[in-house]
């Protein structure tokens, strides 16, 4: 019983230990930024800011969990902003319409891994490009948004909705709460199943997976309906703390959830990244983007900071691929 | 040792050193030692270009077109017509379809060369290395995806390049056209010159004899004879495949003899699953199965070593560990329950019973050597337990003491009762390993040697390169 325990705390330990290894270049930019900021701008570390920063971050993670679902198996998901605005504009379409909240909640999500699917279905019957495929796919299903909407935005007062949106246990944000638990979820899905492994083997090699007995079709339309479900979520959370549908929001969204993906760790060849970077990639833009409306610096300029550090990240992983391949 | 106005063939076994020979000439290679005399002068070849600028012209086995470009626009690349400081269409057009009607082919020079058959590629294939002005021509296997008609007006092409005093060397497995369109031929085995003769003053049992013979190392290893049937192939046919029929008894090596191309690779894609057969039964254990897909294949176990282990064997950015188990994860992983024991076990039982070098089962695959990568594509595929295993060249690119220890293992599973199709284009790695040898000719199954016994190169040869019309 006692050895047990021990051999649990070890690989938990153990499984730290990685963590901190692997993402240890993120890491040290996340504790260097905010300590600046920190100095900087002391209402950095206020508990309300930083309950609003972790508000703020939800979005993107779901996003970038979906995007990286669909990176690491060498593909890409461009529909992830247009499912956060046509979802919320379903789900607060659903309660003006009287359907009962969770039922709203489940037709959201539905939505959500339908569009997956309706992506990978695609994919997997022309074999076209997905950057093309998913594109395309933007497009419809922001269409979708629009006609469920009439084009305007729709507006609902129900307190139900605070409670979801702006809501808090034990002093977080609910919405942070429903992030842990998909962040959780998908560590587990992808750590412990098959259909992780699968995942990883089609990104790093599609016909070496193939030949080995793994369905193609069938991981591409998993990892897509993840996508699809993650971001249904996010426009769900959103529209709550809106008390509205708006479905011209979340434009470019994607390009935030590649950024956050890629800063984590995750690469675009396929095969390589993981869940835990990616919270770590969507916290760093989060930290950066707030500390720079902290310290009123132009939005213009904070577009270009973000641009340059997605660039220095990418070069420096390279760098050290480069290094370790020689 | 070619001569202005020739057509010198090239002939030996699949990996005999031909193609290498002429890249060496094409500059695409470039040689430890020796030297290339043209008119009797040394040249040194670095690239394409100066091959080219030397009169070299190639026509290689593969089409290497620009499918979204025109036929002209093909034929000019690297070196376009201009106008000041526009391209001159019109000009290139022009000198592209006269071209075209000298050599009597059908075709416009402003198709695009994606609309075109592959016959028609070739054809412009073969335009393009008469394009330049050539002194030698080096023709690949020119002939592979041509028709019978094709052939004959290719074959007056030679005859007119060979009037204006362009050499040509010719390499072709087909025995009949060596013998009508050849002045000289020369053997190569094993990267060495064999020898040269004139096509009058040899037969075609004195060819064959020049390109088989490659040494033996060793004794004919014992192998088991096999007990009754567990699998059964039955006019399986499609693009690649013309009704090929044969049978796979319990516990045998069976030898897949032919050249490159003969659809041997092709009937192992057919029965696992990768390139399903349009009709044809494969009846397994008495059942009739259908594999749509290698996950099928793999479900009634029967795994394949492809022959590309980088492409199709690992996924070599990942580490030795996750490929290891990647055909096997349904024994340790349970909906979200990792048993990590039982997955060490399936480890360590195989990354040890054939000895991978490794730092760890942590490293990725790319990091280590070739025979290593196979080892563990092979260790991957044990750990599957499949009962029929398809090899395919699973010695190519490796150094002869991996060779043995991959004969030792192959003979081992025989030995337990697993049944084996081996591929191979080495004839004696064949003749020494198998129970009985098939042959495969221009996507036909020839012959099935019942016996190895007194079966010589030469006999398998023959049926190799000439099928059973001659």
Redesign the interface.
């Known amino acids: 019983m006692k050895k047990g325990t021990n051999k649990r705390r070890g690989l938990l330990q153990n499984a730290a230990v990685s963590y901190i290894k692997k993402n240890v270049g993120i890491l040290l930019a996340i504790v260097i930024i905010s300590t600046v900021l920190s100095i900087l701008e002391p209402i950095f570390r206020t508990t309300a800011n930083l309950t609003n920063v972790s508000r703020q971050i939800v979005t993107n993670l779901l996003l970038s969990y979906g995007m990286t679902m669909a990176l690491l198996i060498g593909a890409i998901d461009l529909t992830v902003g247009s499912v956060v605005a046509s979802a919320g504009c379903i789900f607060i379409t659903a309660i003006g319409a009287g359907i009962p909240f969770a039922a709203a909640f489940f037709i959201s999500v539905l939505f959500g891994c339908t569009t997956g699917a309706c992506c990978a279905g695609i994919l997997n019957v022309t074999n076209l490009p997905p950057f093309i495929v998913t594109l395309a796919m933007q497009k419809i299903i922001r269409g979708i948004g629009y006609i469920v909407t009439n084009g305007k935005p729709v507006q609902i007062i129900d307190s139900r909705l605070k409670v979801l949106g702006s809501g808090y246990i034990l002093g977080i944000p609910n919405p942070v709460w429903i992030s842990i638990l998909i962040t959780i979820l998908l560590v587990i899905l992808v750590n412990q199943t098959k259909f992780g492994r699968h995942v990883y083997a089609v990104g790093g090699n599609e016909d070496a997976a193939r030949f080995a007995g793994v369905s193609i079709h069938s991981v591409r339309l998993r990892a897509y309906m993840i996508s699809g479900c993650c971001a249904a979520i996010a426009g769900i959370i959103l529209a709550a703390r809106m008390y509205s549908g708006q479905p011209e929001l979340a434009t470019g969204y994607e390009s935030d959830a590649i950024a956050a993906s890629v800063l984590g760790g995750v690469r675009f060849t396929g095969g390589n990244g993981s869940i835990g970077g990616v919270v770590l990639g969507a916290l760093l833009l989060g930290i950066v983007n707030n500390g720079m409306n902290l310290l009123n610096i132009p939005s213009y300029i904070q577009t270009m900071v973000q641009g340059c550090i997605i660039l220095g990240a990418i070069t420096i992983d390279s760098l050290k691929r480069d290094k370790k391949e020689r | 040792m070619k001569k202005a106005g020739e057509v010198h063939a090239l002939m030996g076994e699949n990996g005999a050193g031909k193609s290498t020979l002429m890249k060496i000439l094409a500059g695409i290679y470039s040689c430890d030692e020796g030297e290339i005399l043209i008119h009797g002068q040394t040249v040194a070849i670095r690239d394409t270009i100066a091959a080219r600028n030397q009169g070299i012209n190639f026509i290689h086995q593969e089409i290497c077109l620009a499918e979204n470009m025109s036929i002209a626009e093909n034929l000019y690349i690297g070196m376009e017509l201009c106008s000041g400081l526009f391209l001159d269409k019109k000009k290139m057009l022009a000198i592209t379809q006269e071209h075209l009607d000298e050599l009597g082919m059908d075709l416009r020079a402003s198709d695009q060369v994606s609309s075109l058959s592959i016959a028609q590629k070739q054809m412009v294939e073969i335009a393009r290395a008469l394009f330049f002005d050539a002194k030698l021509v080096v023709m690949d296997e020119p002939t592979t995806s041509l028709t019978n008609k094709e052939v004959e007006s290719l074959f007056a092409q030679i005859e007119k390049l060979k009037k204006n005093h362009v050499a040509i060397v010719y390499i072709s497995h087909r025995m009949e056209e060596i013998f009508q369109i050849a002045d000289r031929v020369t053997v190569l085995r094993d990267g060495c010159f064999i020898g040269t003769e004139k096509i009058r003053e040899i037969d075609m049992q004195k060819l064959i004899s020049m390109m088989v013979g490659r040494e033996i190392g060793q004794e004919r290893m014992e192998v088991p004879t096999g007990g009754e049937t567990i699998m059964q192939a039955k006019n399986l046919f499609n693009r690649h495949l013309k009704q090929v029929s044969f049978e796979l008894r319990r516990g045998e090596i069976l030898g897949f003899a032919g050249l490159v191309g003969a659809g041997r690779t092709e009937t192992a894609c057919a029965v696992f699953g ?1 390139d399903p057969p349009e009709s044809g039964e494969l009846i397994l254990n008495g059942k009739n199965v259908v594999h749509k ?3 099928d ?3 009634n176990g029967i795994v ?1 070593f ?1 022959e590309d282990r980088k ?8 580490s030795v560990k ?1 490929n290891l ?3 096997v ?2 024994q340790f ?1 349970k ?4 048993d990590s024991e039982t997955e060490s076990r399936i480890i360590e039982r195989y990354a040890h019973k054939l000895a991978i070098k490794m730092a760890g089962v942590g490293q990725a695959c ?1 990091g280590l050597s070739g025979g290593n990568q196979q080892k563990v594509v092979i260790s ?1 595929w044990l750990a599957a337990e499949p009962s029929i295993i398809i090899l395919d060249e699973p010695t190519r690119g490796i150094d002869i003491g991996a060779k043995q220890d991959i004969y030792d293992l192959i003979k081992e599973l025989a030995d337990q009762g697993l049944s084996i199709i081996l591929i191979s284009s080495e004839l004696p790695e064949i003749l020494k390993l198998s129970s009985r040898i098939a042959v495969m000719h221009e996507g036909r199954l020839e012959k099935i040697f019942e016996t190895v016994d007194g079966i010589t190169q030469e006999e398998i040869m023959y049926y190799a390169v000439e099928g059973k019309d001659i």
């Open positions: 990768i897909s290698p996950r294949a793999i479900r394949l492809p492409k199709y064997g690992l996924i070599t950015s990942l996750f188990t990647l055909p994860l349904h992983i909906g979200i329950r990792v790319a991957k």
